[in-house]
Antibody, heavy 116, light 106 residues
Framework: QVQLTESGPGLVHPSETLSLTCTVSGFSLTGYSVYWVRQPSGKGLEWMGR???????SYNSALKSRLSISRDTSKNQVFLKMNSLQTDDTGTYYC??????????WGQGVMVTVSS | DIQMTQSPASLSASLGETVTIECRAS??????LAWYQQKPGNSPQLLIYDANSLADGVPSRFSGSGSGTQYSLKINSLQSEDVASYFC????????FGGGTKLELK
């Protein structure tokens, strides 16, 4: 069955870099695109970036200067790196499978707190 | 970016009641609209896609409608397990989400 699992540190200090991994199973990264979406606590959802099935990437313009997404298809993993973290980057980070623009499977999310 | 304006932000309803949540896009999104349900502590789950198609396993009391820039999600005969937040999302362009509606029991 389709699964996505996020992993990474729960606590990041201000100005440091966040590194997250999304490990997928039940589908191929060369057949589906994967998005990163985040959610500040108690708030709405914001798309961050996309790893397309063909290896191309796209980024939300608001985050583009700080964000990098890559993948390792042999390990079925998609990576997110975002630098210069601030307190308003605190929230839950999800990876989700793109099915024609909508998101049919989501990971359980990883809570990231930015604090000194 | 396409802006999605969702209303109301919160909603209190009784069991068995019918509730409606609205979503307005800043431009025509040609029914490229999805609705998600997010229960506390869980990730979002797809309810509706293409504005009015029910995702697999979603109860028939949920329905979606709309076109152009105006869309709505209706829940008939509200059940206790429907207590959740609901989000709309357009996928006519890079995805954007509505601000969410928190549904509680009265």
């Amino acid at each position: 069955q389709v699964q996505l699992t996020e992993s990474g540190p729960g606590l990041v200090h201000p100005s440091e870099t966040l590194s997250l991994t999304c490990t997928v199973s039940g589908f191929s990264l060369t057949g589906y695109s994967v998005y990163w979406v985040r959610q500040p606590s108690g708030k709405g959802l914001e798309w961050m970036g996309r790893m397309r099935y063909n290896g191309d990437t796209s980024y939300n313009s608001a985050l583009k200067s700080r964000l990098s997404i890559s993948r390792d298809t042999s390990k079925n993993q998609v990576f997110l790196k975002m630098n210069s973290l601030q307190t308003d980057d605190t929230g839950t980070y999800y990876c989700t499978r793109d099915s024609g623009g909508l998101f049919d499977y989501w990971g359980q999310g990883v809570m990231v707190t930015v604090s000194s | 970016d396409i802006q999605m304006t969702q209303s109301p932000a919160s909603l209190s309803a009784s069991l068995g009641e019918t509730v409606t949540i609205e979503c307005r896009a800043s431009e025509d999104i040609y029914s490229n609209l999805a609705w998600y349900q997010q229960k506390p502590g869980n990730s979002p789950q797809l309810l509706i896609y293409d504005a009015n198609s029910l995702a697999d396993g979603v109860p028939s009391r949920f329905s979606g409608s709309g076109s152009g820039t105006q869309y709505s999600l209706k829940i008939n005969s509200l059940q206790s397990e429907d207590v959740a937040s609901y989000f709309c999302q357009q996928y006519n362009n890079y995805p954007t989400f509505g601000g969410g509606t928190k549904l509680e029991l009265k």
